[in-house]
């Protein structure tokens, strides 16, 4: 078994260590190439300037993260055309049908990008170009597999003379259609030829070879040698997949979640939310699900105070079943002295009067945090997009309190996993203010919180998202509100939006954790506002254009009819947006 997955920078350690390897395949594959062009090519991933043209590396791995091949596609943006540089396998892992899904997938990424063509370089099969009869071999072979797609050598030029007079083995400008007709003129493809030699031959190809070689192309449109190896052949064109696997959003879902049932009258947090969402996202096949893993409770009380973690874990275990506990004596005089009696201590910890302990209350919003975790690794090991369908929420749990439903906060307990490997922007979307996050992250400067909600003077939690509230300490200047009114449209709300979404990018994160709410939506029993469908995947896609490694947790959202329309509506926008972030 492996895998596909592209590369477009080096921030990740698990993306150096990919390109690492894929340097020592080039070295091993092609020894005559230039030491400094293999040391180049981190560089050359990480800054589009460098040659003039984007590179993507695709890699294939193996359940062991070894990198057993990869391809290197050059997207020339600002003429629409993507040239293949390389594609390999080592010799150690090789085989195994790879060298083919590699290229299938580059395929697919040229598709994705636009492109009239995918060009590339191949050794000729012709005996008067190659007098090499081992080499000849290889070449014929190379280019029978590229015909079985429609990939085949451009004819009528001069593309394949040799550098010097009496060179062996020149290549051919070889064009891979991608399954369309190709329609592809003079002019353009000798902007192509230019940019090929000029960019990625700098310094190689003389100017009066170049300007040879270009001036050769004299059809009004490129044209392809006939087949000559799958003439006759019934060779069925290699179909796309709805979308690579490497760009499906990862879905890690609380599959205990309904033991926390609190069936009290008017309490609108309940296990229908999750199931109306899942059942919407299943139409849409941009998700891969994964299994939840355990994890040990020193990634919670990382973030919050361990006497309230182990409060919270006593107390839920000595509760009987269908027995809820609320809160009602609250330390506004001596909140040093907690009470001795548990069922007392409760306001001590907790921010309200409406959010409930019960016997499975700790276990459920552990499971969540486990939700939450097992998505952000996902994203350590180099997957673009993960979701915890989780509940109960976390947003509103602080370092040390519960409350608004939430017990603990699952968006900070991942910032935080993530912030050991790099800078975190923590977007809370959701009606109500991340008041939790906030507190858990006042006085850091390596996580950035950003919250968009209703105004405390009329929305919950009432005390906190005030906008003069901005950091504290090291922490000044990493934490931004945008409170709202108490009417937002879905435009009204974009807007602001745009200018949280800047926030970030001046940031510049790694990361990106985004608390999902959609209680935003019109019609919310908790909100006030009038978001419809296509605001949320507007949303999305505004998002997912920041092209981040960006983990989505589910906070609220409460409004069971358009829960599912909404959060399906949201994530189409988000993989959108990210398709095209990642490809500019």
Known sequence: MFRIRPIYDTRLPIDVQAVEKAQEILRERFPLLDEEDVQQLPEQLANPFLKQYRSILFVAEDGRANVRGFALLCHFTDLHFCYLDFISVSLKHGGGGIGSVLYERIREEARALGDSALFFECLPDDPALCRDTAALKDNIARLRFYERYGARPV??????????????????????????????????????????????????????????????????????????????????????????GDMRIALVVNDKHDIHHVRERGYVESPVRIDSIRKALEKTGLFEEMPVRHYPETHITAVHDKDYVSYLKTVCAKLPANKSLYPYVFPIRNASRPPRELPVRAGYYCIDTFTPLNANAYNAAKRAVDCGLTAAESLLSGRRMAYALVRPPGHHAESRAFGGFCYFNTSAVAAHRLASLGRVAVLDIDYHHGNGTQNIFYKRNDVLTVSIHGHP????????????????????????????????????????????????????????????????????????????????????????????????VQEGGYRIRSLGVNARNFFVGLFEGMSEGVRR
Not at 157 to 180: F, H, I, W
Not at 210 to 231: I, Q
Not at 484 to 509: C, M, W
Request: aromatic share 10%; proline share 9%; glycine share 10%.
């Open 457 to 552: 003077r009329f929305a919950y939690p009432y005390f906190s998202g005030f906008s003069e509230e901005v950091g504290e300490g090291e922490g000044l200047g990493f934490n931004r509100n945008f409170p709202l009114l108490e009417k937002v449209d879905g435009h009204q709300y974009s807007n602001v939006l745009v200018r949280a979404l800047q926030t970030i990018r001046e940031f510049k994160p790694t990361f990106l954790v985004v608390g999902l709410g959609l209680d935003p939506a019109k019609g919310d029993p908790t909100g006030t506002w009038s978001l419809a469908a296509k605001d949320f995947a507007h949303n999305g896609r505004l998002i997912g254009r920041l092209g981040l490694h960006t983990l989505v």
């Open 155 to 244: 004819i009528g030029s001069a593309y394949e003379t040799p550098l010097t007079e009496g060179g062996d083995c020149p290549p051919y400008l070889v064009a891979d259609p991608l399954g369309k007709p190709l329609k592809v003129s003079r002019s353009q493809v000798r902007k192509v030829v230019r940019a090929i030699l000029t960019r990625k031959y700098k310094g190689t190809c003389s100017p009066e070879y170049t300007e040879m070689v270009v001036n050769s192309f004299n059809d009004p449109f490129v044209r392809l040698r006939e087949p000559r190896y799958t003439a006759g052949e019934d060779v069925p064109p290699v179909p796309p997949s709805r979308v690579s």
